[in-house]
């Protein structure tokens, strides 16, 4: 049984997986005609997740769900890569940058689309806190950045997949040209990993968003 990943169209936590599989050299396939909505909500699938989300991976030991553990599971596969570094402080340092991505940038980048995509009811003290919270990450990994290539070693590591795939999110839709500029060594390393070529077969040209998306007007 190959390895099988449950999801719509590609977002990105799928493209971790996916980018992790490019640098390991396994095959993913990605179930055709899955729709959000319905493909997610029947019995079968609430046995693999019983919260309906995706991705969900099917292997032949089982089932995974949770992005970055599907990641971390794909990034194991081969032992002969180096994702999870060369040593255990390697291996540390990759886990901490993991959970920054998470939940430093990802969270309140999340917070952030949410409320001008009109998923949450918008509140403009919210707003204010996700995008102060999300400039603070960035300025911290700014100045790291400054002295490091990578987030780890010197190569590319799972850490520097999950980051890019979590940031793309807010390049591709949120962040605009005007507000990245604040963090122009973030900058440097998103574009320098995302035309990576193993980066760039996954998810292909990106453009960086001209505009935030206006405030709902239903609030």
């Given amino acids: 049984m190959a390895l099988i990943m449950h999801v719509g169209k590609p977002n990105k936590n799928a493209l971790k997986v996916l980018i992790a599989a ?10 055709e005609n899955f729709e959000m909505g319905v493909s997610n909500k029947t019995p079968d699938f609430l046995k693999m997740n019983p919260l309906g989300k995706v991705p969900v991976l099917e292997t032949p030991d089982g089932v995974i769900f949770e992005s970055n553990a599907i990641a971390r599971y794909v990034a ?76 780890v070693g010197d190569g590319v590591t799972l850490a520097d997949i999950i980051m890019i795939c979590n940031l793309y999110a807010g390049f591709r839709i949120m962040m605009t040209k005007t507000f990245t500029s604040e963090f122009p060594n973030v900058e ?12 760039s077969k996954i998810i292909g040209e990106l453009k960086q968003t001209e505009v935030v998306p206006p405030i709902p007007t239903s609030h």
């Fill in 76 to 151: 194991r596969l081969k032992t002969d890569t180096c994702l999870f570094g060369s040593s255990p402080i390697e291996y540390g340092q990759i886990e901490q940058w993991i959970d920054f991505a998470s939940l430093e940038i990802d969270l309140n980048l999340l917070a952030w689309l949410r409320l001008r995509l009109g998923l949450d009811n918008y509140v403009s003290l919210i707003e204010e806190a996700s995008i102060a919270a999300l400039k603070r990450a960035l300025s911290a990994l700014n100045t790291y950045l400054a002295t490091h290539t990578f987030l």
């Fill in 22 to 31: 490019a640098y390991v050299g396994v095959e993913v396939k990605c179930t």
């Fill in 188 to 199: 440097r390393y998103f574009w320098a990993m995302i035309n990576q070529p193993n980066f």
